[in-house]
């Protein structure tokens, strides 16, 4: 089945710095792959995805990427703010089968003013 | 986007006791999910909740300590049963409309 491998387990950054986080998956059938934002005590909310027929997506300060090749997709935070600290999850879901969201371990990305 | 409720939102059990988690949706979904997350970790996919049908469970994970019901396409139930202290955790329900996939707020358990 699917394996989503993530890093780093933490990243630490600068305000207004930017912070990228890499995701690698095995199922080369995956064809969609979330991010989501978990803050402290709070529900994981998705902030972006993309899909395999696309290289590349932005949404204002936030971007994804991804390499069907290398199996391997990325999001890339700038301009970094406080509020942008929390834990963030990758996901790939593979095009058959029941289609469940394979997970990332996270990222706990901490922003410091 | 799908609003989801969850029942109740914290609670504390005694171990050997069962507890049921509710799960609302504002829509009708097609695919509805239970996932655990304990603390510090990721999330785990406890099953799939299949209406008119048995849940479709992930390794680790039997029908006799996770019960599922799913009545409808609006509502499911997880049961935990005979409980652990081994049990406490975060329990989210999470649904999937169209291609998006959307998290409940979580029921936080702790077992004695």
């Known amino acids: 089945g699917e394996n989503v491998e993530q890093h780093p387990s933490t990243l630490s950054v600068q305000e207004g710095d930017s912070a990228v986080i890499k995701c690698t998956y095995s199922d080369s059938a995956s064809n969609y792959f979330p991010w989501y934002k978990q803050e402290l005590g709070k529900r994981p909310q998705l902030i972006i995805d993309i899909r395999s027929n696309v290289g590349e997506k932005k949404d204002q300060r936030i971007a994804v990427t991804l390499n069907k090749t290398a199996k391997h997709f990325s999001l890339h935070i700038t301009e970094t703010q406080p509020e942008d600290s929390a834990v963030y999850f990758c996901?790939?879901?593979?095009?058959?089968?029941?289609?469940?969201?394979?997970f990332g371990t996270g990222t706990r990305l901490l922003v410091s003013p | 986007s799908a609003v989801i409720s969850q029942k109740p939102s914290r609670d504390i059990c005694q171990r050997g006791t069962s507890l049921t988690i509710q799960c609302q949706v504002d829509s009708q979904v097609t695919m509805m999910f239970w996932y655990r997350q304990q603390p510090g970790q990721s999330l785990t996919l406890i099953a799939t909740a299949n209406q008119g049908s048995e849940a479709t469970y992930e390794s680790g994970f039997v029908i006799d300590k996770f019960p599922i019901s799913r009545p409808n396409l609006t509502f499911s139930t997880l049961t935990v049963s005979n409980m652990s202290p081994e049990d406490s955790s975060i329990y989210l329900c999470?649904?999937?409309?169209?291609?998006?996939?959307?998290f409940g707020p979580g029921t936080r358990l702790t077992v004695l």
């Open positions: 996901a790939a879901r593979p095009g058959t089968g029941f289609q469940k969201l394979v």
């Open positions: 999470s649904v999937r409309d169209t291609d998006t996939q959307y």
